[in-house]
Nanobody, 113 residues
Framework: QVQFVESGGGLVQPGGSLRLSCVAS????????MDWYRQRPGKQREMIAT???????TYDASVEGRFSISRDNAKNTVYLQMNRLKPDDTAVYYC???????WGQGTQVTVSE
């Protein structure tokens, strides 16, 4: 089973930045499209950013222009750079590989004064 380990979350003030990392234990990582999701309090998990195997990226409107997804295939790692954070970005953040059918434990991001 594919495993994901997310890290980099924490408490940050509005307007601040965080960089999340996710290491995937999967063979041929470079062939997978990778997704970042988040689950805000009281809401369903939602996909917010995707990076394809070829490096193309897409973003949900709620984060476009503020968040940036990237990957390092040599390290089996996908990143999420989050800038200009807002209180509404408070959530548990998860990554997954498209079609993997499994999730990591997530990393908590709290944006508050």
């Amino acid at each position: 089973q594919v495993q994901f380990v997310e890290s980099g979350g924490g408490l940050v003030q509005p307007g601040g930045s965080l960089r999340l990392s996710c290491v995937a234990s999967v063979n041929l990582f470079r062939l997978y499209d990778m997704d970042w999701y988040r689950q805000r309090p009281g809401k369903q998990r939602e996909m917010i950013a995707t990076i394809g195997s070829g490096g193309s990226t897409t973003y949900d409107a709620s984060v476009e222009g503020r968040f940036s997804i990237s990957r390092d295939n040599a390290k089996n790692t996908v990143y999420l750079q989050m800038n200009r954070l807002k209180p509404d970005d408070t959530a548990v953040y998860y990554c997954t590989a498209r079609g993997a059918g499994s999730w990591g434990q997530g990393t908590q991001v709290t944006v508050s004064e």
